[in-house]
């Protein structure tokens, strides 16, 4: 700091100041009394100090790194049943030593005492704790915020970020060990189900209360990890929340038969937010009962909780303790590990620690990349103490690791570790070359326990140093792991340094001939291989013959077999594409193809272990775009609309796939393609295609209708795939945008629109595009449970009102109240001036005379009376008035222009339904009608299969009218029955010609009657002459089913040279003209009906008739 006198002209500069500061009075001048502990500085008021103030840096901690040694303190009964995890642990390359605490000293103090003199003298990262309370103590008392395992990881300094990573198998007796040790192995080592999806299913439960840290209710919360985890390496989210929350939410509140269907499905993580007990979660009410009943055997999740004394394990079998002590028949189930808290949890910083874990799971800071449980646990809890200070250091102390504290987790399909090296080392060797095709991996080496080295994958290598081998005939173990690996694990012989010794030294592709000459193991290619070999050995190997085997499902080996004449010592020989393979065309691309390399000579033989890896073409669909230039032009399906529906397909293998052929198909009744196939000819590795098919809807489809489609793919070499899509028409007419914090009118307004039969979709928060949607009913709340609409979504909702939408808004605050601190540009455009509170006066409301709610009366029974007052402006007008005392509650606004808009400062849920019109769908009704988008709820349609038949064919009919009908009466000329009232009769037509076919459905107050003239066209073929005498033709197989297999074409006597098929009416839909026979032919974008299926031989041309059914 300095001072400058402009008057004396004396600049003063201080380098040192003394403040004193001192109590003048009992009271400041307008002091501001904190009542509640300061918890959290919010995101927006954080960014605006970062920038004006040049030394704003909230506290960070230091990440806490999730590598290095572990100690086990075990209860001595435990210490066999544990051997085979530290085994394990060591041949991983975590330093792992086992105490017996009866060594150390049966208290929490001595505990501690040896932990830190171990941290001091060893480092240390991992401890792990193997017992219940009773048999090693945890710490109470000294200032912790509850009982705490994580107290003894606190050693540098007096604070409570954690120094090493503390972890618990709980467990009472040998089976309770047992079953933990197993779990953790064979996650670790052997994961099970490695192709299902469970491994990218992320299971979120959830409470509906709140709002806590960073202003979300718990559902939202859980919802937001949800999202980012579905940006990481998760593909599906399965949603169990409390009330009726949309997205993956069924309504109402879950269930435990609900959460054990989940998790027996499988699921990889789950993250809960709630209440919890000692033995349960409050959401659900999932319990200690229901965790010793699931059967989700192989497929164990981790659990992040936040709830209240999930983790009290002091005198009880407590939840956390439930999960990691389940099995079935021996086998374990429940989870594999569990954070769960001592004490009753706090609402805000434990949801800020939770928010932490999942954002260094999904790698959201590069310098922060954790792996393991307690790494990504603890670390979060970090978070939650910069945050919340003192009230998350006491959540840190007490929420409890419960399971291996240095599990690698895992986030996504197991894949293979491809690893090449010596399959031996000789006495003296001190170092070891691993080849591996993941860098990054770990690599260790050891003996017999003891780790010998460990290294990290670095450009496809790494070399292990250790002190020099002394004892032959031992055996090494070499363990090769990486996150979302399998681990590679190999036995290496030390042998003594005399004779020979051939081995495996690299290979060579070549498919110069019989392939595309990539130098690359591609689908359905034909290789041949060069492999070179090296003596290791002292003496020279004579007479060498080298042997190529596989066991892999997806080689053939064709020559195998090779001499290699005399190899000198340290001489690399090579027979040139000596070997040839053949590989299948269903093989995964970048499958790990491993080979074993049997080289003998005239007395010894060795054999040498190898891997390659196969490609393949994998085809995924892209974004999928409507081009309907030729219709209306709003790139979208509508109602009788034509348009071009353009499908991208991507190939994101490392093969490319040869003349690809798309076929699109549906059963949809709305539906008619007029282009089935399309060609995208070759698609290269990491490229696309994209191909146009022309789709056309039936004028009455619904608003908003959503049609299966099916698009199957079919290339050269086999290659098949399909996908599956809907194709939604015209926009769907309205969404529910549920941001009560209660909930209490959105459900009310789905359950109308259900009985009006009005396709509407139910969000709990913005969805990224509005275009698709004619209206939103945008339910806000009251007091305590509202939602301030803000600036940015205010803006959201004028740019979709601009662009011709139709907004209903309620809110209890929103017209008046909130509008005082928070505007937004959306409201004025309701043309509603907010007045003043209403006082809760609210009781009943009544429709206005001359509007569209003349003749309605609803008590009001909603979640809170105390509302604004309104009016309206300009052209606004009211539709709803308190009776008494009289104000306006809703509003209407239609400026004639692009949009219109309805305000109400009432619930629409807290209407109380009387006697028609005065019923929430009655009102439901007419506010679509006010908004022109309510298509009536009743219309007719019907189809036939097939349409054209040949005579004494049944044609099977189905009633597609709206379920609004209550009755149906069908009428067919020329058909048998004539009429019918079954809602899909079969009728028989037994003489050749064309019949109308006539549908009325009725209900108590409408009656449509649809008549499709010529409808159905009879044939006789009677007089075609299916084959010759002479030759002999088979045609299977008849009938066949549209969109099952291929027809097949065979003959016993002749040589098929063509092959044409025809429709009913003579239209050519197939040809081939070098027809090889026996080679099937996919009809599948040919609808069902009757062909004629023209057959040319050397000799005659025969026609035979197909059925497609």
Not at 38 to 43: G, S, T, V
Not at 340 to 367: A, F, K, R
Not at 405 to 414: D, G, Q
Not at 599 to 615: I, M, P
């Amino acid at each position: 700091p300095f001072f400058y006198n402009p008057v004396t002209k004396i600049l003063r500069v201080y380098s040192q100041l003394t403040i004193e500061i001192y109590k003048i009075g009992d009271q400041g001048l307008n002091p501001f009394i904190r009542k509640t502990p300061q918890i959290k500085i919010q995101q927006e008021f954080s960014n605006v100090y970062e920038k004006y103030f040049l030394n704003y840096n909230p506290t960070d901690y230091t990440p806490l790194a999730d590598f290095g040694k572990m100690l086990v303190i075990c209860y001595p009964d435990f210490m066999a049943s544990m051997q085979p995890y530290v085994d394990w642990k060591n041949s991983i390359g975590i330093p792992t030593e086992m105490v017996n605490v009866s060594t150390i000293g049966n208290t929490s103090a001595a505990i501690k005492d040896y932990i830190v003199n171990y941290y001091n003298t060893n480092t240390l990262t991992f401890v792990l704790l193997v017992g219940d309370g009773p048999q090693i103590p945890t710490n109470t008392g000294g200032g912790l915020g509850g009982p705490s395992d994580n107290a003894y990881g606190y050693i540098v300094g007096n604070d409570h970020y954690i120094d090493v990573f503390i972890g618990r198998f709980s467990a009472e007796n040998m089976a309770h060990v047992q079953t933990q040790v197993t779990r953790t192995l064979e996650y670790e080592k052997n994961p099970s189900f490695i192709n299902d999806d469970w491994y990218t299913t992320c299971l979120g439960i959830a409470s509906n209360q709140g709002p806590g840290d960073d202003g979300e209710y718990d559902y939202q919360h859980v919802r937001n990890m949800q999202t980012d985890l579905l940006g990481y390496t998760y593909t599906w989210n399965p949603e169990l929340f409390d009330g009726s929350q949309g997205g993956n939410d069924a309504p109402g509140n879950p269930t435990p038969a609900m959460v054990s269907t989940e998790v027996n499905n499988g699921t990889s993580i789950i993250l809960y937010t709630g209440h919890g007990s000692t033995t349960s979660w409050g959401t659900s009410g999932f319990s200690n009962t229901n965790v010793n009943q699931l059967t989700n055997m192989g497929k164990l999740p981790f659990i992040w909780a936040v709830a209240c004394v999930n983790g009290d394990f002091m005198n009880n079998t407590c939840f956390a303790e439930a999960w990691l002590r389940a099995t079935q028949n021996n086998q374990p189930t429940g989870a594999i590990a569990y954070l769960g808290s001592t004490i009753n949890q706090s609402w805000n910083p434990p949801m800020e620690g939770q928010d932490e874990m999942v954002d260094i799971l999904v790698e959201t800071y590069p310098n922060n990349i954790r792996r393991t449980f307690a790494g990504l646990s603890l670390n979060g809890c970090s978070k939650m103490i910069d945050t919340y200070g003192t009230a998350g250091s006491e959540m840190a102390d007490t929420w409890t690791v419960f399971g291996d504290p240095s599990l690698m987790v895992r986030t996504a399909n197991p894949q293979p570790l491809s690893a090449s090296f010596n399959p031996t080392i000789f006495v003296g060797a001190s170092t070891f070359t691993v080849n591996c095709n993941v860098n990054g991996a770990r690599v260790t080496l050891s003996n017999d326990g003891a780790i010998l080295n460990t290294a990290w994958v670095s450009n496809g290598s790494a070399t292990l140093n250790f002190p020099a081998l002394l004892v032959p005939n031992d055996t090494l173990t070499l363990t090769v792991i990486e996150y979302n690996y399998i681990p590679f694990i190999a036995q290496i012989p030390v042998i003594p340094a005399e004779g020979p010794y051939v081995i495996y030294e690299n290979s060579q592709v070549a498919d110069s001939i019989m392939g595309n000459d990539n130098g690359l193991l591609d689908y359905a290619e034909t290789s041949n291989l060069t492999i070179a070999v090296k003596n290791i050995g002292v003496d020279s190997s004579v007479n060498t013959w080298v042997s190529l085997r596989t066991l892999s499902p997806y080689v053939t080996i064709t020559d195998s077999t090779e001499n290699y004449g005399i190899v000198s010592p340290g001489q690399i020989i090579s027979v040139d594409e000596g070997f040839q393979l053949s590989i299948s065309s269903t093989v995964p691309d970048y499958q790990i193809i491993p080979f074993t390399l049997i080289v003998q000579d005239s007395s010894d033989s060795w054999t040498s272990q190898f891997s390659l890896q196969a490609h393949a073409p994998v085809l995924q669909q892209g974004v999928i775009s409507v081009n309907d230039s030729i219709g209306n032009n709003n790139q979208r399906l509508d109602a009788g609309e034509t348009v071009y529906v353009n499908i991208p397909i991507i190939n994101n293998g490392s093969s490319a796939a040869y003349t690809l052929i798309g076929t699109l198909t549906t059963s949809d009744p709305y539906l008619i393609i007029s282009t089935p196939e399309a060609t995208y000819g070759d698609i290269l590795p990491l490229s696309s295609q994209s191909q146009a098919y022309m789709i056309s809807a039936m004028p009455n489809t619904p608003a908003g209708y959503q049609a299966m489609i099916t698009l199957s793919l079919v290339g050269d070499y086999d290659l098949t795939a399909s996908f599956d899509f809907t194709l939604t028409i015209d926009r769907i007419p309205v969404l529910v945008l549920d941001l009560d914090g209660n909930h209490n009118s959105g459900p009310s307004m789905q359950n109308a629109l259900n009985q009006l039969n009005v396709v509407n979709e139910y969000t709990t928060s913005f969805p990224t595009d509005l275009s698709k949607y004619k209206s939103l009913f945008v339910c806000l709340g009251v007091y305590p449970d509202k939602h301030i609409l803000s600036a940015a979504e205010g803006i959201v909702l004028k740019t979709y009102l601009n662009q011709g939408g139709r907004i209903y808004m309620e809110g209890g605050d929103t017209w008046y109240y909130d509008q005082q601190s928070y505007p937004t540009v959306v409201h004025p455009m309701f043309q509603i001036k907010g007045l003043k509170d209403n006082g809760g006066t609210l009781t009943t409301i009544a429709g206005k005379t001359g509007t569209f709610t003349e003749g309605m009366s609803f008590i009001y029974n909603g979640d809170n009376n105390y509302i604004d007052k309104i009016e309206p402006q300009n052209q606004a007008f009211t539709i709803f008035n308190n009776t008494s005392p009289s104000y306006i509650v809703t509003i209407a606004n239609d400026p004639g222009s692009v949009y219109k808009t309805i305000g109400s400062s009432n619930e629409f849920g807290g209407l109380t339904d009387n006697v028609s019109p005065s019923t929430k769908k009655d009102l439901m009704l007419q506010y679509l009608t006010f908004f022109d988008i309510f298509g009536s709820p009743y219309w007719a349609n019907f189809v036939g299969i097939p349409t054209t038949i040949e005579i004494n064919d049944t044609v099977k009919f189905y009633d597609l009218s709206s379920t609004a009908f209550t009755s149906r009466i069908w009428s067919f000329p020329g058909g048998e029955p004539s009429t019918s009232t079954e809602a899909n009769p079969e009728v028989v037509y037994s003489s050749m010609g064309t019949y109308n076919v006539t549908l009325e459905v009725s209900s108590s107050d409408s009656t449509i009657i649809l008549t499709r003239n010529d409808y159905i066209s009879v044939y006789d073929y009677t007089g075609i002459n299916p084959q010759s005498v002479s030759t002999e033709i088979t045609l299977y197989p008849n009938p066949l089913n549209r969109g099952f297999g291929s027809l097949n074409i065979r003959s016993l006597n002749a040589n098929i040279q063509s092959i044409r098929i025809f429709n009913s009416i003579g239209r050519e839909v197939f040809s081939e003209m070098n027809y090889m026979e026996n080679t099937p032919i996919s009809l599948k974008h040919l609808q069902p009906g009757l062909y004629l299926v023209e057959i040319k031989t050397e000799e005659e041309i025969l026609v035979q008739k197909l059925i497609i059914r």
